[in-house]
């Protein structure tokens, strides 16, 4: 298998010039999540013209692509498409000025802050290059281009399309993710690797009144404000100090005037969590809670309760990981470890947990190595700009050469004659 992997990453540079331009391409032109349309049909073109089978507008802007080659197993790789509504601040010559329409109807600036440009491009150039190697492996590879994942949709609304009839269960998931490692570094990690995440909007109600006649009223904005403090005694009181909880009030709404009490105030609250029992207390706490204090200030109904969105916990397989590691060592090196879980979420597992197929996640650097031997030379790596930041912006070599080979080694796991 060695020899396999060898050969196809002798294969990279060959489709470089193609994933440089897309890259560039794809990050000058941001869409917003299920908005996709332009990068899904750059994507459905370069599968066509490598002989995949394609089928688009799969969960509204969702691609699959099947290359099958006789015998074998089902290997599935996975990358994301959207970007997120912020301005770059980079300076690279390719920046996003790009704007788009939010689902409120507002024009924001958009920018792929996240890294799923780059997601994009090593997937459509692994699928390139398997392409060009079809002699030399057996089996099926299907690669799936997701929308949404910054809004938690893309694989719930890829699934709910009927993926799983309409497509082979794949007997392996694969996935990756650029962060502000060291470029050229690969980490990895079996059992749980990314947070789940809940995000919720509890609307609090009350009676309105004037300000100066508060006692014919019924205040929400105090209703909610006691919710607001209460809430973070879940973590401190309620979970125990080995697990990992965070819980983050992080938008508050209420009034019009400083002298109307209002009817109504709403909080956006986010949960992060690691176990699962430890998410399904949480998410009980805070309905209980909530509703305590509504109750508490004789509000005339409950509280009402809305999901935002909902990540679930990424657990890697124990046995996909080992043979992925060990394959990795094998390819890189030194230039392989052993990543901590991350605080982040991803909703790439549904696609595993729907099928009940195994998957792996890991994660690939994209910081520019000077740069980064000066932070770690300072002390400051935990300030070097990373997914989200205006300021992110990974080196294009060796970022776009180590994404490609690490989709291409762990596919050959599988697909290797």
């Known amino acids: 298998m060695s020899k396999f992997i060898e050969s196809l990453a002798s294969q990279i540079e060959q489709v470089l010039p193609m994933a440089e331009g897309l890259y560039q391409d794809i990050h000058q032109n941001p869409e917003l999540s299920l908005q996709e349309v332009r990068t899904a049909g750059l994507v459905a073109q370069k599968l066509r013209d490598a002989g995949f089978e394609v089928t688009e507008k799969v969960g509204k802007t969702g691609v699959v692509g099947l290359l099958k080659n006789g015998d074998g197993p089902i290997v599935m790789l996975r990358a994301d498409m959207d970007a997120l509504p912020m301005a770059e601040n980079t300076g690279v010559p390719y920046a996003s000025t790009k704007t788009g329409v939010n689902k409120k109807g507002e024009t924001v600036p958009v920018c792929h802050s996240c890294g799923h440009d780059m997601h994009t491009t090593w997937l459509v150039s692994a699928a390139t290059v398997l392409s060009h190697a079809k002699q030399a492996w057996q089996g099926t590879l299907m690669v799936v281009f997701q929308p949404a994942e910054e809004t938690a949709e893309g694989s719930q ?5 009927g993926m799983m009839d309409r497509f082979p269960r794949p007997d392996v998931v694969l996935g990756q993710h650029l962060l502000q490692y060291r470029a050229g570094l690969v980490g990895y990690r079996s059992g749980q690797i990314l947070t789940a ?66 009817a109504e105030a709403y909080i956006k609250l986010n949960v992060r969590t690691t176990d699962e029992a430890v998410r399904k207390h949480v998410l009980a706490a805070i309905k209980r809670i909530c509703t305590a ?52 979420s991803e909703d790439f597992s549904r696609f595993g947990r729907a099928w009940k197929s195994p998957y792996m996640f890991w994660f690939v650097g994209g910081t520019a190595p000077e740069k980064y031997d000066q932070a770690v030379r300072d002390g400051t790596v935990g300030k070097l700009p990373g997914p989200h930041s205006p300021l992110w ?17 762990a596919a050959a796991i599988w697909l290797a004659k």
């Open 197 to 262: 995440a809940d995000s919720l909007l509890v609307r609090f109600f009350g009676k309105g009144a004037h300000g100066a006649m508060p006692q014919i009223g019924i205040d929400p904005i105090v209703m909610a404000s006691a919710a607001v403090l209460r809430l973070q005694s879940i973590v401190s009181r309620e979970v125990s100090p080995q697990a990992s909880v965070v819980v983050t009030v992080g938008e508050f709404h209420a009034g019009t005037a400083e002298n109307i009490i209002p």
């Open 157 to 161: 609304a890829m699934l709910d399309d």
């Open 393 to 409: 912006a990974p080196v294009l070599h060796p970022t776009l050469e180590t994404g490609i080979e690490t989709m291409l080694t």
């Open 293 to 344: 204090e509504a109750q508490a200030s004789d509000a005339p109904k409950d509280p009402e309760f809305e999901t935002i969105n909902n990540y679930p916990l990424t657990v890697n397989d124990a046995e996909v990981t080992k043979k992925v590691a060990k394959a990795f060592r094998s390819q890189f090196g030194e230039r392989v470890f052993e990543a901590e879980p991350a605080g982040a």
